[in-house]
Structure formats: structure tokens, C-alpha cells
């Protein structure tokens, strides 16, 4: 099922697409939190709160945006929360220097970046299935298996300047509906780079 077909029919209420999007995305979501938490079974109980609180809230879901960074950004959201909760009862401080760690690795920007970066991922999926056929091909025989203008253009028996302009179209169509997402790949970066 495509994925904002998956998100309206959670957003209505379908317990079938809601089954589907949770055993495809339950042991990620686990996996993530596992990172932070440190703690198998707290991770699995927060995942188990963020598909119910994604299904208790499922009226808010945006069909238009990624479902999964939703999901990502409720079970972060709540992991931060009941690290400091958990801090507060066992009368640590949240100044303890492993809470305080946990809880500013999930807030830390790369982190919200790499939750950002499953609808960025996404919508290059839509890109690609926006370019048109001619185009699609050489520019995945360009970008994804590195062969020259001139190679293309002999593997596909079309010119040299056809298939500089078949990359100029695709490469304009990337930056006009990823401009929004600049933001992020520069915050990712600049961690990498860090």
C-alpha cells in the first residue's frame, strides 16, 4: 500500500492499515529508542506508547507527510519524557550525567534531522517516480551507477547533449521540491563534520 494511501487510512479509523504500518515499523521504532535508552524493555513499552498515542491521535495524522517520521518524532517525544520522569522518581537529578546525556542525545539536532530525513528519503521515492521515463533513465545511470554522459548516451543510442539535458531536468526537479529540506541536510553535515 502506498504510503500516504496508508496514512489516510489510518487517519480514517482502518484497524487493517494500522496493523500493517505497526509490524513494519514496531521493531525499528524499538530499535531506535534502544539507542538511547539503553534499556530493551523501556524501549519496547515506549514503542508500544507511540503507536497507541499515533492511533489515539490518528485524527492529526497529514496524509501528505511521512507517517513513519510521525511515529519517530512521538516515540523521541515521549522517551525524553519519561527519561526525566524516571530521573525525578529515583531522586536523580536530571543534571546526572547519564539522564542528561540520554535526554540531550534525543533532543540533539541530528537526531530530530534523521527523523526528518525518513520523509526526506520519502520524498526523493516521489521524485523519482515524478521524472519522466527517458529522464529517470539516465539520470539513474548517471547518479546510481556512475557511467559518463558519453557512455549513457551510447548505451542508450541517444545523443550526448539529449542526456545533459535529461540530468538538467531531473537535477531542476530535485532542487525545486527538496528546497524545503535544505535546511536539514545542512544541520546533517555540519553534525557529520563536528
Known amino acids: 500500500m ?12 482502518d484497524t487493517l492499515a494500522y496493523e500493517i504500518f505497526f509490524r513494519a515499523e514496531y521493531l525499528n521504532v524499538v530499535s531506535f529508542l534502544s539507542k538511547y ?33 510521525y511515529v519517530f518524532t512521538i516515540a523521541r517525544n515521549l522517551a525524553i519524557n519519561r527519561l526525566q520522569r524516571k530521573a525525578h522518581k529515583s531522586r536523580k537529578s536530571i543534571e546526572d550525567p547519564d539522564v542528561r546525556l540520554r535526554v540531550e542525545a534525543l533532543a540533539h539536532p541530528p537526531v530530530s534531522a534523521g527523523i526528518e530525513g525518513l520523509e526526506l528519503s520519502a520524498l526523493i521515492g516521489k521524485v523519482y517516480a515524478e521524472l519522466p521515463d527517458n529522464i529517470l533513465r539516465s539520470f539513474v545511470m548517471s547518479r546510481e551507477m556512475g557511467m559518463t554522459y558519453r557512455e549513457i548516451a551510447r548505451k542508450r543510442g541517444i545523443s550526448q547533449k539529449s542526456v545533459e539535458y535529461h540530468i538538467k531536468i531531473a537535477l531542476q526537479l530535485f532542487r525545486t521540491r527538496l528546497k524545503d529540506y535544505l535546511l536539514v541536510f545542512v544541520m546533517v553535515i555540519g553534525s557529520l563534520l563536528k
Do not use: H, P, Y
Not at 2 to 13: D, H, P, S, V, Y
Not at 54 to 68: G, Q, Y
Open 37 to 69: 535508552t539503553k534499556d530493551r524493555d523501556m524501549a519496547q513499552d515506549l514503542a508500544q506508547d507511540s503507536f497507541v498515542q499515533l492511533w489515539n491521535t490518528r485524527d492529526r495524522i497529514d496524509s501528505c507527510k511521512n507517517l513513519r517520521s
Open 2 to 13: 502506498e504510503a500516504n494511501k496508508l496514512a489516510e487510512a489510518i487517519r480514517q479509523g
